[in-house]
């Protein structure tokens, strides 16, 4: 059972989700995937296992809901090579679990983070759109 005060912080948090833009929820988006690609990469380094497992887990679940966002009618080709990066990404992070890659995720990280910029330049440039700084 929860106590109080972390039923507290986790309704402050889905709060603060749900006052952000779409645009902002994307940056947020890419900001846990490329946490958890890091956390992924560290446990990689230190030969554990479950933090390897875990990163990777959760940043595949980040890109598919990324990926299951996309418009692919009103997205045209954007959406459409967003989705095979997407697609991409996620067959690279399969390739570092299953093969021990280092270098899979190396590039899904760097991918996450230009994705991630673009994504921050769009969201800042569209007024109310950039995500909210917390206290």
Known sequence: ????????AASYQRT??????????????????????????????????????????????MVNQLQSTLDMTAGGEMATSLDALYTYMVSR????????DSKALDEVYRLLCTLREGWQQ??????GAAPRTQP
């Open 122 to 127: 769009v969201a800042n440039s569209q007024p």
């Open 1 to 8: 059972m929860l106590s109080t005060a972390a039923r507290a």
């Open 93 to 100: 992070m399969v390739d570092a679990n299953i093969k021990k």
């Open 16 to 61: 603060a989700v749900e006052c952000e833009s779409p645009l902002a929820l994307v940056v947020m988006l890419y900001d846990g995937a490329i946490a958890q690609v890091t956390r992924a990469r560290e446990g990689a380094a230190k030969n554990d296992l479950k933090t390897r497992r875990e990163g990777l887990s959760r940043a595949m679940a």
